[in-house]
């Protein structure tokens, strides 16, 4: 009988977790129809804060950042301004991660290694296609920007969201 109730726990809470993902992939499908109607890549919302001021601003940048590529690419910049605008995002991305990593320094996140892999990852990703464009071997596309919106916002909702509650409890909002 205990076997078989911690047999039903356990499939519960499996359940629970699956349920929880689905509610992840279906904000971001709803995102997603809601930002392919208008002029921006990604729509700032509350699905993305993080619930820290200063993160959350930066993060709103970054968003900015996307969306003026975006719009460049759309409206038919030239190399020049399509290099100028990655620039800008790697830079402003490093600056960002460093923030963050500060924080948790600061604060002894304990996740922090396992997060700065993460964004160590996202950095070569980012560096690594911004290097190939420059040098002529791929274009900017519309894969290209979905993936660079994916990756800020998959990093954000799964990654980010973790420590709000933490910095909360050590009282930054
Ligand atoms: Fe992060």
Known sequence: MAVEIAENVH???????ELGELAVQLGELICDMKTSGDDSLV????????????????????????????????????????????DDLVQYTVYHFDTEEKLMDRYSYPDKPAHRKEHEALKKQVADFVEQFKSGKVPMSNDILHFLKSWVVNHIKRSDKRYGPFFNQKGLV
């Open 11 to 17: 499939e519960t809470s499996e359940s629970i977790g």
């Open 43 to 86: 729509t700032w919302n509350s699905t993305l804060g993080v619930g820290v001021r200063q993160i959350d601003e930066q993060h709103m940048v970054l968003v900015e950042l996307l969306n003026s590529l975006y719009a460049a690419m759309k409206s038919g910049q030239g190399e020049a301004v399509l290099s100028g605008l990655l």
